[in-house]
């Protein structure tokens, strides 16, 4: 028996296939993914920027997620521009367990940095973002393909940033 398991390759095949699989260590076969393992890619879209004197653009976006440590570890680079607005936004992410999602924010155009808290949970992430002089609240849900943002600022000439993107 064991001469005809290394003489037939499919045999041969199949049953080192089924060996590896029950070597391995339990966490690796079950290992569970991070909420942040479908935003990994290219993403593009449009929306709307909108000003504290109630004017409203069309806005075009474009962003790039880098996903790491099974998914709980995301680098966003998000890049928008309007007639009248333009803004480079990259954003670091750490799920932290149990949801809590905790990261920096970095704006070049402005010069502008600071924190962001918040939580992930199913295809959502709802977060704080705060830095010197500004604040805003932050929703992000994915739904397969598409991916809509909300972002709401407080203490800014901007009031209201709405973008639906789709991967490319």
Same mark, same amino acid.
């Given at each position: 028996?064991?001469?005809?398991?290394?003489?037939?390759?499919?045999?041969?095949?199949?049953?080192?296939?089924?060996?590896?699989?029950?070597?391995?260590?339990?966490?690796?076969?079950?290992?569970? =993914?991070?909420?942040? !393992?479908?935003? %990994? #890619? @290219?993403?593009? *879209?449009?929306? $709307?920027? /909108?000003?504290? &004197?109630?004017?409203?653009?069309?806005?075009?976006?474009?962003?790039?997620?880098?996903?790491?440590?099974?998914?709980?570890?995301?680098?966003?680079?998000?890049?928008?521009?309007?007639?009248?607005?333009?803004?480079?936004?990259? =954003?670091?992410?750490? !799920?932290?367990? %149990? #949801? @809590?999602?905790? *990261?920096?924010? $970095?704006? /070049?155009?402005? &010069?502008?940095?600071?924190?962001?808290?918040?939580?992930?949970?199913?295809?959502?992430?709802?977060?704080?973002?705060?830095?010197?002089?500004?604040?805003?609240?932050?929703?992000?849900?994915?739904?397969?393909?598409?991916?809509?943002?909300?972002?709401?600022?407080?203490?800014?000439?901007?009031?209201?940033?709405?973008?639906?993107?789709?991967?490319?």
């Amino acid at each position: 028996m064991l001469l005809r398991l290394f003489t037939s390759k499919p045999d041969f095949v199949r049953n080192a296939a089924l060996i590896a699989a029950f070597a391995l260590p339990s966490s690796f076969a079950f290992a569970e =993914s991070g909420p942040f !393992e479908d935003y %990994a #890619g @290219a993403w593009t *879209g449009g929306g $709307s920027i /909108t000003s504290s &004197n109630g004017n409203t653009e069309r806005i075009r976006c474009r962003a790039h997620y880098y996903v790491a440590q099974d998914g709980r570890d995301l680098n966003q680079q998000l890049r928008c521009a309007s007639d009248s607005y333009h803004f480079d936004v990259n =954003s670091a992410l750490l !799920e932290q367990g %149990a #949801g @809590a999602v905790v *990261g920096n924010w $970095s704006e /070049t155009n402005r &010069n502008a940095s600071g924190s962001v808290s918040g939580q992930v949970q199913g295809g959502s992430v709802r977060a704080h973002i705060v830095g010197a002089g500004f604040t805003a609240e932050m929703t992000v849900v994915m739904n397969g393909d598409r991916q809509s943002v909300r972002i709401a600022p407080s203490g800014s000439e901007i009031t209201l940033v709405t973008i639906e993107m789709r991967r490319e």
